[in-house]
C-alpha cells in the first residue's frame, strides 16, 4: 500500500508541474528561423503565450506548431572587475566570465529586440508593432501574399523600394521599413489607429477614397484583428481603458491624443511614401 501510495503521490506531482508555466530565461527557436527571447512562457489553447518581459505585462502569442524547439538563453558576457594592473594598463586582457552567447549552430534572429528597436527609433509601442506583424505574416519571415507583399510586415515591393528596404525577407530590414511606414501612417492621419491600420492594409488611396475604413471585409476584419490583439496586451498592463494608452509618441517627447475609432476627417497631408502598400 506504501509503494503505490507513494507512485501516486508522484504521478500527481509530475503532473501538477507540467501544468505549470514554465519560468526560465529561453529563446524559442520558430521553424521559420525567428528567434524570441522570453523570461517564462505558458500554453493557452492552441497558442504559446511568450512574456517578453519580466514583469508579465508584455507578451507575444505564437502558434505552437510554428515552435521548433526551446534553447537556454545566454547569459550575457560579463567582464571581471579590472586588477590594479589592468586599470594602468598593465598586460590588460579583454576577460569574460559568462558563456558565448550564441542560441544554436542556426544563425537565428531575436524578435524582440528587431521589433523594440524599430519601435524606439519611430517612437511606436512594440506591442502594436507585434500586434501587425502577427496579423501581416504570423512571424513567417518568407511570407508572401497572393498580391506579392513580402516578409514580416507585408511590404509591397514599391513600397519596400521606397522606404530603401532592398531585401524584404531580412527581418531586421523589413521591421525597419514597416514600423516606419506606419509611423508614417499614424502622422498622416492625425493617429488614428484605425484609419493608420486601414491604409497599411488596403493602401492610403482607398481610405481617402471612402473617408474611412474601406467596406472591404479583408479590411475590416484586418483592423479588428490588430485592435484586439493589442488591446489585449493594454489589459494586461491595465493601462487599456486609460487615457495614456497610446500607441506613438510625437516629436519632442509629447504623447499623441487618445486613440479613438472615429474617422470622419476626409483632410489628409500626403505621407512621404507614395500609395503602393494596398495588399
Given at each position: 500500500?506504501?509503494?503505490?501510495?507513494?507512485?501516486?503521490?508522484?504521478?500527481?506531482?509530475?503532473?501538477?508541474?507540467?501544468?505549470?508555466?514554465?519560468?526560465?530565461?529561453?529563446?524559442?527557436?520558430?521553424?521559420?528561423?525567428?528567434?524570441?527571447?522570453?523570461?517564462?512562457?505558458?500554453?493557452?489553447?492552441?497558442?504559446?503565450?511568450?512574456?517578453?518581459?519580466a514583469?508579465g505585462?508584455?507578451?507575444?502569442?505564437?502558434?505552437?506548431?510554428?515552435?521548433?524547439?526551446?534553447?537556454?538563453?545566454?547569459?550575457?558576457?560579463?567582464?571581471?572587475?579590472?586588477?590594479?594592473?589592468?586599470?594602468?594598463?598593465?598586460?590588460?586582457?579583454?576577460?569574460?566570465?559568462?558563456?558565448?552567447?550564441?542560441?544554436?549552430?542556426?544563425?537565428?534572429?531575436?524578435?524582440?529586440?528587431?521589433?523594440?528597436?524599430?519601435?524606439g527609433?519611430?517612437?511606436?509601442?512594440?506591442?502594436?508593432?507585434?500586434?501587425?506583424?502577427?496579423?501581416?505574416?504570423?512571424?513567417?519571415?518568407?511570407?508572401?501574399?497572393?498580391?506579392?507583399?513580402?516578409?514580416?510586415?507585408?511590404?509591397?515591393?514599391?513600397?519596400?523600394s521606397?522606404?530603401?528596404?532592398?531585401?524584404?525577407?531580412?527581418?531586421?530590414?523589413?521591421?525597419?521599413?514597416?514600423?516606419?511606414?506606419?509611423?508614417?501612417?499614424?502622422?498622416?492621419?492625425?493617429?488614428?489607429?484605425?484609419?493608420a491600420?486601414?491604409?497599411?492594409?488596403?493602401?492610403?488611396?482607398?481610405?481617402?477614397?471612402?473617408?474611412?475604413?474601406?467596406?472591404?471585409?479583408?479590411?475590416?476584419?484586418?483592423?479588428?484583428?490588430?485592435?484586439?490583439?493589442?488591446?489585449?496586451?493594454?489589459?494586461?498592463?491595465?493601462?487599456?481603458?486609460?487615457?495614456?494608452?497610446?500607441?506613438?509618441?510625437?516629436?519632442?517627447?509629447?504623447?499623441?491624443?487618445?486613440?479613438?475609432?472615429?474617422?470622419?476627417?476626409?483632410?489628409?497631408?500626403?505621407t512621404?511614401?507614395?500609395?503602393?502598400?494596398?495588399?
Amino acid at each position: 500500500m506504501k509503494i503505490r501510495s507513494s507512485q501516486s503521490v508522484a504521478w500527481i506531482v509530475t503532473i501538477i508541474v507540467a501544468a505549470l508555466p514554465c519560468f526560465a530565461g529561453e529563446v524559442a527557436v520558430l521553424k521559420n528561423g525567428f528567434a524570441i527571447k522570453h523570461e517564462r512562457r505558458e500554453i493557452v489553447g492552441e497558442l504559446t503565450r511568450l512574456y517578453v518581459s519580466a514583469d508579465g505585462s508584455s507578451f507575444i502569442d505564437v502558434p505552437t506548431s510554428e515552435i521548433e524547439h526551446f534553447e537556454q538563453a545566454p547569459e550575457e558576457p560579463v567582464e571581471d572587475p579590472p586588477s590594479p594592473d589592468n586599470a594602468r594598463g598593465v598586460g590588460a586582457k579583454p576577460i569574460s566570465s559568462g558563456r558565448p552567447a550564441a542560441f544554436s549552430a542556426r544563425p537565428v534572429t531575436n524578435l524582440s529586440q528587431v521589433v523594440n528597436e524599430a519601435s524606439g527609433r519611430y517612437r511606436l509601442d512594440p506591442d502594436l508593432v507585434n500586434s501587425v506583424i502577427k496579423a501581416e505574416s504570423g512571424f513567417n519571415v518568407r511570407a508572401v501574399s497572393p498580391k506579392g507583399a513580402q516578409g514580416l510586415m507585408q511590404l509591397m515591393p514599391g513600397t519596400a523600394s521606397q522606404l530603401g528596404v532592398p531585401n524584404a525577407f531580412d527581418p531586421q530590414a523589413n521591421v525597419e521599413g514597416g514600423t516606419r511606414y506606419l509611423r508614417e501612417l499614424l502622422e498622416r492621419y492625425n493617429f488614428d489607429l484605425v484609419k493608420a491600420l486601414a491604409a497599411y492594409n488596403a493602401g492610403p488611396q482607398r481610405v481617402e477614397q471612402f473617408g474611412g475604413v474601406p467596406p472591404y471585409y479583408e479590411t475590416r476584419a484586418y483592423v479588428a484583428r490588430i485592435v484586439k490583439d493589442f488591446n489585449k496586451k493594454k489589459i494586461a498592463q491595465g493601462k487599456a481603458v486609460t487615457p495614456q494608452n497610446n500607441v506613438a509618441q510625437k516629436k519632442g517627447g509629447r504623447t499623441n491624443p487618445p486613440v479613438t475609432a472615429k474617422s470622419n476627417s476626409k483632410s489628409v497631408s500626403k505621407t512621404t511614401v507614395a500609395s503602393t502598400q494596398g495588399k
